[in-house]
């Protein structure tokens, strides 16, 4: 049984099996009260219980179980298999997993996203299966009952019903957009198009994307930044953007004219408050075009968006001012965040320059020189002795345990600030679209941050038609280049990816999703390059003038594998971090 004592303190009772005397209780007692946090412990060897005090801000009730095992006895739990419908991400796995593990007697909580199951290890003393069912629903997804139940039926008007709305806003999206895009090309034009378009499209819109406004919203409320949160970003800033460039408040001389840098597309970012941004000047970095490489690739041109000239030297410092400037926002104290070492060194100038406190989670793969970057900004470094994902992992349960904190990363408020690189590449060559945008896959971010950036000056009308997005790996960790090649729909985790290009050393990337989604819609593609290709990438830019660290070179490797699809063509590749970074061969 739990009940509240006051402010933090919680009581609650554990069943113990193992127990045979009066010292073997004594010794569960003892072990329970050396717990910081617990202030009252006491063991019935009759009813085989344990009653106990503690203090819910500085330890878990799995902490409790914990030392109750490593005494030498076992909590007894009920596990029950909860059927869930409505997923379709890994996101979804995990905002349904925080949910449940957020109910006080939840020992563990493991969805499958296959099965569309949960198996969750509870104290039925403390919670219920109704109150999961409350957790799964508040959440945002559709509890359909325990495994063993007959609830085919229930499944069954469950799918049926989802089906028929995906039908009907399906007919919806194309019996509007449909006359709307032939509207666009006809040669016929009034005063008034712009606004009957608007007042057409505008029920239409809200119609259609109602479900990823409002999973959106259910996932921001249980603190989670799932692909629902980033899609709604994305399509609610084009909207409201679209709807900007209607009444000429975004597409005016000066914006058209203007020198290109990160905050001079700040309208198509979801920032509140234009007097608390956080920036360092970052962005209007120069697209170099060298005839050497030109050469080498046998394009029409070749340009490198040379993305070592941001304030801590990489692509990162973009995410990183709106990050920071969500942060202010938001109230926060302090920045957390897991890291191969760039968005570490940016996160931690940039928390410095606003005057914030910063935590850095890194695996065991970064080299000293981006350790000794972050180390120079004040931030307080993890070295995890793992993979990225196990690092991730950490600074997120980090964060859900201090509320002072604000989680950074490969999150949509990044994939946002990082879409000033693609409006810089349109506005550098004069509001043209270059045919081909090569770009390395670490997380995602990047490409998706791109790929959205053309998407909004699409739909505003700034320019005609979307480049070719190819996404480029490396041959130790791929993940999204398997899914492309085996048309999977799902990411399969790399464990202990080993690569020379560290900074994209991502073996289960949060944005690999949107990567795919990049490469299918703009009739791209994905590659992956040996370190060998990159570091003869690298060499042979920096024989040129442009000095890149080995993950910079990725998308340059990637060029020199594709030559026959760049044949007369415009082609951006991102060099996306400076070669001091890493001098890993040099």
């Known amino acids: 049984m739990l009940s509240h004592i006051k402010d933090n303190k919680k009581q609650t009772e554990l069943k113990i099996s193992g127990m045979s005397c009066a010292i073997c209780a004594t010794t569960i007692e003892k072990s329970i009260l050396s717990l910081e946090g617990v202030s009252y412990a006491q063991v019935n060897l009759g009813t085989e219980t344990a009653t106990i005090e503690y203090d819910s801000t500085k330890l878990k009730l799995t902490d409790i179980e914990k030392s109750v095992t490593d005494a030498g006895y076992e909590v007894i739990n009920e596990g029950v298999n909860l059927k869930i419908g409505g997923m379709t991400c890994a996101m979804c796995v995990k905002t349904i997993e925080n949910a449940l593990v957020r109910l006080d007697g939840i020992v563990s909580a493991n969805v499958n996203l296959g099965t569309q199951k949960a198996y969750v290890t509870y104290n039925p003393g ?46 919806v999206g194309f019996a509007v957009g449909i006359p709307l895009m032939i509207l666009m090309h006809l040669p016929v034009d009034f005063p008034s198009m712009a606004y009957f378009m608007m007042v057409v499209s505008t029920p239409a819109f809200v119609y259609v994307s109602y479900p990823i406004f409002s999973a959106a919203y259910r996932a921001l409320k249980n603190r989670n930044l799932n692909m629902d949160v980033m899609y709604s970003m994305g399509i609610g800033v ?85 990050e920071i400037t969500k942060a202010i926002e938001y109230g926060k104290k302090k920045v957390v965040l897991a890291s191969t070492g760039n968005m570490g060194a940016s996160i931690a100038a940039y928390a410095a320059f606003a005057g914030l406190d910063c935590l850095v989670f890194v695996p065991n793969i970064v080299g000293q020189a981006k350790i ?180 910079g070179a990725v998308a340059y490797a990637g060029a020199r594998r594709i030559t026959e699809r760049l044949d007369k063509k415009i082609v951006v590749c991102m060099g996306t971090g400076h070669g001091l970074k890493d001098m890993c061969g040099i």
């Open 126 to 171: 403390i919670t219920t299966v109704p109150e999961m069912k409350k957790a799964i629903e508040d959440a945002g997804y559709e509890y359909l009952g325990m495994e063993g139940e007959d609830t085919e039926d229930l499944e069954e008007i469950a799918r049926e019903k989802d089906l028929r709305k995906k039908r009907n806003r399906f007919i």
């Open 238 to 322: 084009a909207f409201i953007s679209s709807i900007m460039g209607t009444f000429e408040f975004v597409l005016t001389d000066s914006f058209i004219r203007g020198t290109p840098s990160h905050w001079k597309y700040w309208s198509f970012m979801p920032v509140h408050d234009l007097s608390k941004i956080i920036t360092m000047h970052e962005g209007g970095t120069p697209l170099l075009e060298n005839n050497s490489l030109t050469r080498d690739i046998g394009c029409k041109r070749l340009l490198i968006k040379y993305e070592a000239m941001n304030p801590t030297g990489s692509f990162k410092d973009r995410g990183s001012s709106l």
């Open 372 to 551: 000794k970057q972050i180390r120079a900004y004040g931030a307080e470094i993890r070295i995890v002795d793992d993979d990225y994902s196990e690092t991730m992992k950490q600074a997120e349960e980090y964060v859900i345990t201090h509320s002072d904190s604000f989680l950074t990363g490969d999150y949509p408020w990044r994939g946002e600030g990082t879409k000033s690189a693609g409006f810089e590449i349109a506005d550098q060559l004069y509001w043209n679209v270059p045919d081909i945008v090569i770009s390395p896959i670490g997380n995602g971010t990047l490409i998706w941050g791109i790929f959205e950036a053309f998407i909004d000056m699409h739909t505003v009308g700034i320019i005609d038609c979307i480049p070719v997005i190819v996404g480029v790996q490396v041959d130790g960790c791929r993940p999204v280049v398997d899914a492309w090649e085996s048309k999977e729909k799902v990411i399969i985790p790399v464990n202990d990816p080993q690569t020379i290009a560290t900074a994209i050393a991502c073996g289960d990337p949060i944005d690999g999703l949107g990567a795919l989604k990049a490469l299918k819609e703009t009739n791209g593609m994905a590659v992956s390059v040996s370190d060998e290709e990159v570091l003869e990438a690298r060499d042979f830019m920096g024989k040129h003038g442009i000095f890149v660290e080995p993950s």
